[in-house]
């Protein structure tokens, strides 16, 4: 892996599935002094679960948590959950935490400057669905309007929200968020040809 990343960097998927053998944070770090080890930082990282995670408890909740905030630290840039680990960790977080602690627990210390804003979605498929209905950055914030590059008219409406071609993402400061895990580096490309600013990208633990 680490010969071939020298020649296709960004362009490798790393897929760690939890499981209950390396779920804890001693595996997880294990795992990620490899990683720094054999130069590999700069892939892509997907984040997934054994399918008897179905019920996560907190404790595999926080060790999901704990990887995403690790791998960040060790400099990856590109880190996804898919998408029964995002709804998992979500449904699990919700019923252990309360509204108060979306202000003060340190799991939203990033998100938080996000909270209580306009954000553009760029998507409009069952993530964006999915992922506005049940998040707890939705349910601070509010959608803008949504971006897809498919449009075929004007006047399209998604959630009861307008959607406009990318181009319209240069006429605003507006935070963006992805709402793909499959392709977000691919629109996170096509934003920065457009001449967005980086910085308005959501690119943090997104729950």
Excluded at 106 to 131: C, M, S
Aim: contains cysteine; glycine residues 2%.
């Amino acid at each position: 892996m680490q010969k071939y990343n020298r020649n296709k960097s960004n362009y490798i998927i790393i897929k760690y599935i939890l499981t209950e053998e390396n779920y804890n944070n001693k595996e997880i770090d294990a795992f990620i002094n490899l990683l720094i080890r054999f130069n590999l930082v700069n892939c892509n990282f997907e984040i997934s679960t054994d399918y008897k995670f179905e019920n996560l408890n907190i404790e595999k909740a926080f060790s999901i948590v704990y990887f995403y905030n690790t791998l960040r630290k060790a400099g990856a840039e590109f880190i996804y959950f898919d998408d029964h680990v995002r709804k998992r960790l979500y449904r699990t977080l919700k019923n252990n935490i309360d509204k108060i602690d979306l202000e003060k627990n340190n799991l939203f210390e990033n998100l938080r400057e996000f909270f209580d804003q306009d954000i553009i979605v760029w998507g409009t498929g069952a993530y964006a669905n999915e992922i506005i209905k049940n998040s707890f950055l939705f349910k601070k914030s509010k959608v803008a309007f949504f971006v897809d590059s498919k449009i075929s008219k004007s006047d399209d409406l998604f959630l009861n929200c307008h959607v406009l071609k990318p181009e319209k993402l240069l006429g605003t400061n507006k935070p963006i968020f992805i709402a793909s895990s499959t392709y977000w580096q691919t629109i996170y490309k096509k934003i920065l040809k457009l001449g967005v600013n980086k910085n308005r990208v959501i690119n943090t633990l997104v729950i």
